[in-house]
């Protein structure tokens, strides 16, 4: 496997923490409860259990993504599972939050690509 350059590895880090500080937020009000989770989840019929749900696959994209080796998964999962356009008039902030969190997951994605088992195959060096 060919080693990634220092930009590269330092982009990599930059996209993955931006994803995970981006689903550890909207976790926490996700759990506890707040007006915009609720009405997020009322609103396409999966509150209680969908918030709690989706919350929970947040979190384990959140771990995959600070995982060296799993990082690729992570950005994966965390694509499939965000929610948001323009929430009780807030400007869009949901909707440009999910576009950060899938163009960094995409980012992610193409510098770890050579990692993904049923990728790897074509980038053998």
């Known amino acids: 496997m060919k080693p990634r350059t220092k930009t590269e590895t330092v ?13 550890l937020h909207t976790l926490f009000f996700q759990f506890i409860g707040e007006p915009e989770s609720l009405y997020v989840f009322t609103k ?5 259990w969908g918030r709690y749900g989706i919350g929970i696959l947040e979190l384990i994209a959140s771990i995959l993504l ?13 694509r499939l599972i965000v929610l948001g356009l323009v929430v009780q008039d807030d400007g869009g902030l949901l909707f440009g939050l999910a576009i950060t969190v899938a163009i960094c997951s995409l980012v992610t994605i193409v510098l770890h690509r050579r ?4 990728v790897s195959k074509r980038f053998k060096p």
């Not at 396409?44 to 209680?48: F, G, L, R, S, T």
């Open 11 to 23: 982009i990599s880090w930059i996209c993955r923490i931006t994803v995970v500080v981006i689903l």
């Open 44 to 48: 396409v019929d999966m509150e209680p």
């Open 66 to 78: 600070v995982s060296s080796c799993h990082c690729w998964l992570g950005a994966i999962f965390s």
């Open 115 to 118: 990692q993904i088992p049923f």
